[in-house]
């Protein structure tokens, strides 16, 4: 009788009676190809695990546990793979043990175990409905012989596929009940006739498939009949453990196929989180965000330059040097594979007693960096850091330039190219005195640098020297013309650097004919031993330090720390240019606009915005599918945010922690004044979690705003002048009541328009606590929370909100009236119908503009409808910061002094554009796309008018 054969090639020795031998233990599975007579699987085993034959087409030798690849080479598993290896094969093959018995001899297998291949071969028989599926020692003896099926190796195939003939295909077998049992009668043995191990309507990865069988290579599939042992079913114990094993495997192949990505993930959100290689000390990154001026300084004269300890003390000095003149100083360094802009003293010590230091230009960055090294940089390496960090002046003693004998043998340090090519300015002493400083100063005329001599004399000066025979293409007299000049090169965005040359000091200048000789005795050595590339410069100045017995080490001491004061001077002058020229307007001129800034106090927030795919969220802890966006919000950062977008450029209020998001939060808010805003040790930036539905409507949010009872009465009192001199003031209801009443006190003492931002319908009551909200200007709630204010002051409220437009803007009329008693301005906030704007009215038009109305006795309450600019449901994205898009936009035209109606439809413009956008306000709102000649480009629908009184 022929028996059926599995995949693979190979066989597998047997014993006397021609059957393989079964292991001491479980037995492991068929190897492919092999008979497995049920009995022997079934009974006890008798025999060691065989060794020897062949696997997989490779001849295994000795005891079976190494292999030989083709090549020859042993190929080995380590003991404790080997043993989860065994162990799973042994379950697996007991598992398909239980089932040998029950699958059927297939009548016309042909003797290489291909079932019905040849002229004699016939399908299996089909089953009549009333029957069972043949199995045991009488499916064998029905089948016409004693030999037993061969079971074969399918890999991840389930269990019931493999009681399957190969090619079959139509109904689904079923199985008739036992004697005695009914349709209904539990039997906790048997699985439902046709599942087999599985269920109907999965597949043997958990898919769904259609009930009655799947598809599989093209093919129907039938239904798989209940697997048994000899006539009765597996129980549901073994079918339990069957699962939970396949369970195992899949996890622990998922878990280790994803390993590695999520690896990779965390290493990237590491290094997004602080700036990829480049770590900006706390102290550097303050001064930046708060608009301070900052001096980067190399390190390779620490690690190259000098010697322990007198590199360290230099370094200190220099540091505090560019400290009392005004400056931020941040030392660059590289410290194990990353770049350091600004080192603390215990960095500084580290990078000074370094016997490893590698000297890092442009070229060694990507090694040094790959392989965690530290080292110094050189002047090259400096200005790609400081450029990166947005430092525009950088103080080093000398710079690199074309070496002596240059023309033969291309010696030209990386320093020259670096400047006409990274816009930073550098002050120096001029080449190093070691260089050929004519050559040098005309391959920096070919980079397109501009070179300026500091100070009275345009000598260049070299290094030790105050003279060189050379003049500068160019010089500035003091710290402002040198500020001006580095001003107009970074303005004008060429690309190129600028060399400011400082002479050094007089007192302290070595004589130059004295250097010069030891000079050219320090090339002499250096060429007579071979030295060449980037040792050449550490060993010459070392030489001259010895040959000219510690005098030009003096004068190098002197020229850095002169550079020093000279650089931090100059940073602190440009420092001021630029601010001043921030503040001054493009009027015909130069006009200076120095007019006080709004102020806005409020929250600043870590967004994450999930929005639905579908149009039901779905309860009950299910995962519904979506879009999940990090984004930066919180409301008093979204007014500031439009407002700076729309060119107002206020002062924002807030306090942030200094934990993981600080960084990416300043960095978002680069183009924002965020130099008043609290950094905070030991407290988390607020975070927010919003989920949206598919149309963009909030369902629910989320949110850890502890950190907002730090802007406190005390710290904004600090800007007490700022707030009586602003021309507008901003707060959100995320404020603590007392810094909103102290807020509201300065307004009535000193007449200052102030808007309040309600945030949501439980904050919103806030300043009507109290009588504090009386000194309000403006306030811009939605239909709720200006319910909730009239909750708040006992005031009469509708049943129920409508959603009629009509009867919508009814009610918020009739909410909005009891307020303007005391306020000048209630802008009420209606989602998809618009805006409503209540106030007093003269000749038609509503006045935003306070005291307007004051003495005229004509005026009267109003409330005028504006209908917003369409969009459709798809179109919407997200809408947190739409609300607060169209407030800042209604202050930016109050602000311009625009009319009524100009001022809401900017608000509008706003809106629609924060609408389309993943982000609460959209990048895209400028001057240009929100402003007066856009309102008037555009047609809008009739704005209706009510009286209100």
């Known amino acids: 009788m022929g028996t059926l054969r599995g995949e693979g090639k190979g066989k597998e020795k047997k014993d006397g009676e021609g059957r393989p031998r079964p292991p001491a233990s479980l037995p492991l599975p068929p190897r492919r190809g092999r008979r497995v007579p049920a009995g022997d699987l079934l009974g006890p085993a008798a025999s060691p695990r065989p060794r020897g034959g062949r696997r997989h087409g490779r001849e295994v030798e000795g005891d079976g546990r190494r292999s030989r690849s083709r090549r020859g080479r042993p190929q080995g598993r380590g003991r404790r793979a080997r043993r989860c290896l065994q162990r799973r094969h042994r379950l697996r093959h007991y598992c398909l043990s239980r089932k040998a018995a029950a699958a059927p001899e297939l009548p016309g297998a042909d003797p290489s175990g291909r079932p019905g291949r040849g002229a004699a071969a016939a399908p299996p028989p089909r089953p009549s409905a009333g029957s069972h599926w043949p199995s045991g020692a009488g499916a064998r003896e029905r089948a016409g012989g004693g030999a037993a099926p061969v079971l074969p190796s399918r890999g991840r195939r389930d269990l019931a596929a493999r009681a399957r003939p190969r090619g079959a295909a139509g109904s689904a077998l079923g199985a008739a009940p036992r004697p005695g049992e009914g349709p209904s009668s539990p039997c906790r043995d048997q699985p439902a006739a046709g599942k087999g191990l599985f269920q109907e309507g999965t597949t043997r990865n958990g898919d769904v498939a259609p009930a009655g069988g799947g598809e599989r290579n093209g093919t129907v599939a039938p239904q798989r009949p209940s697997p048994r042992v000899g006539t009765k079913p597996l129980s549901a114990a073994l079918m339990g453990t069957i699962h939970m094993h396949k369970m195992i495997r899949k996890i622990t192949f998922s878990l280790g196929r994803h390993m590695s990505s999520m690896a990779r993930g965390t290493t990237q959100v590491r290094r997004l989180l602080h700036g990829g290689y480049l770590r900006i000390h706390p102290s550097v990154q303050e001064a930046l965000v708060q608009g301070r001026p900052v001096v980067a300084l190399e390190s390779t004269i620490i690690t190259h330059g000098m010697a322990y300890p007198l590199n360290l003390s230099m370094a200190r000095e220099v540091e505090e040097i560019v400290r009392r003149n005004g400056a931020v100083p941040a030392t660059v360094g590289i410290l194990r594979g990353q770049i350091h802009v600004g080192l603390t003293d215990e960095e500084l010590e580290f990078l000074a007693s370094s016997k490893n230091a590698v000297k890092v230009s442009r070229r060694d960055f990507p090694f040094v960096l790959s392989q965690g090294l530290s080292g110094g940089t050189t002047v090259s390496g400096t200005m790609i850091a400081a450029h990166k960090a947005g430092i525009p002046v950088f103080v080093t003693g000398g710079i690199g330039g074309v070496h002596r004998d240059g023309e033969n043998t291309l010696d030209v340090s990386a320093d020259l190219t670096e400047l006409g090519r990274t816009p930073v300015a550098v002050v120096s002493a001029g080449a190093k005195s070691i260089l050929d400083i004519g050559r040098t100063l005309e391959y920096l005329e070919t980079q397109g640098v501009c070179v300026a001599a500091f100070g009275e004399s345009r000598e260049f000066p070299a290094f030790f020297s105050r003279q060189s025979g050379f003049q500068a293409p160019y010089h500035v007299q003091d710290e402002e013309e040198a500020a001006k000049l580095i001003d107009s090169a970074l303005g004008l965005g060429l690309g190129s650097g600028v060399l400011i040359a400082v002479p050094c000091p007089q007192e302290r200048a070595a004589e130059g004919q004295a250097i010069e000789e030891a000079i050219q005795q320090a090339l002499s050595q250096a060429r007579s031993k071979g030295i060449r590339g980037k040792e050449v410069t550490p060993f010459l100045l070392q030489k001259l330090t010895e040959l000219t017995d510690g005098i030009s080490l003096d004068s190098n001491l002197a020229l850095i720390q002169n550079n020093a004061r000279v650089g931090s001077c100059i940073a602190v002058a440009l420092n001021k240019l630029q601010k001043a020229r921030r503040r001054k307007g493009n009027q015909p001129g130069g006009e200076d606009t120095t007019a006080a800034q709004p102020v806005v106090i409020g929250g600043i927030n870590v967004d994450f915005i999930a929005k639905a795919q579908n149009p039901d969220i779905l309860g009950g802890g299910q995962t519904n599918a979506g879009r999940v966006r990090r984004t930066f919000g919180g409301v008093g950062r979204n007014l500031a945010d439009c407002l700076s977008r729309l060119g107002q450029a206020p002062r924002l209020l807030s306090a942030l922690g200094k934990d993981e998001h600080l960084e990416s939060v300043l960095h978002y808010c680069h183009h924002m004044d965020m130099s008043s805003v609290l950094q905070l040790e ?36 600090q800007f007490k002048e700022n707030l009586c001199q602003a021309p507008l003031v901003c707060i959100d209801g995320n404020v603590p009541l007392s810094t909103i009443q102290y807020v509201c006190q300065l307004a009535r003492e000193h007449q ?19 009588d504090s909200w009386k000194a309000l200007t403006y306030i811009s709630p939605n239909l709720q929370e200006l319910r909730a204010i009239n909750r708040t002051l006992g005031n009469p409220l509708p049943a129920e909100l409508p959603s009629r437009l009509e009867d919508v803007v009814q009610a918020a009329a009739a909410l909005a009236c009891p307020l303007l008693a005391h306020l000048h301005c209630v802008v009420v906030t209606l ?28 005026a009267r309450v109003c409330a005028a409808h504006y209908p917003a600019i369409p969009i459709s449901r798809g179109e919407i994205v997200n809408v947190s910061g739409a609300g607060d898009s ?52 555009r047609s809008w629908p009739e704005v209706k008018v009510w009286k209100m009184d």
Not at 694 to 715: C, F, K, N, P, R
Not at 752 to 770: G, H, I, M, Q, R
């Open 682 to 717: 030991g407290k988390s930036t607020a975070t927010y979690c919003a989920v949206i539905t598919s149309a963009g409507e909030l369902s629910v949010g989320l949110g850890d705003m502890d950190i907002h009872h730090q802007i406190t009465e005390q710290y904004v009192s």
């Open 752 to 770: 200052l328009a102030v808007c309040y931002e309600p945030t949501d319908e439980n904050k919103a009551s806030k300043p009507f606590l109290s």
């Open 831 to 858: 989602g998809a119908h618009g805006v409503l704007l209540c106030g007093k009215s003269l000749g038609g038009s509503i006045s935003l503009y306070p005291g307007a109305h004051k003495q005229t006795a004509a």
């Open 886 to 937: 169209l407030m800042a936009g209604i202050l930016a035209g109050v602000l311009a002094k625009h009319d009524t109606g100009t001022c809401v439809r900017m608000g509008l413009l706003a809106a629609n554009l924060s609408l389309r956008s993943y982000e609460p306000i959209s990048p895209e709102i400028s001057t240009s796309s929100v402003s007066q000649e856009q309102v008037k480009s």
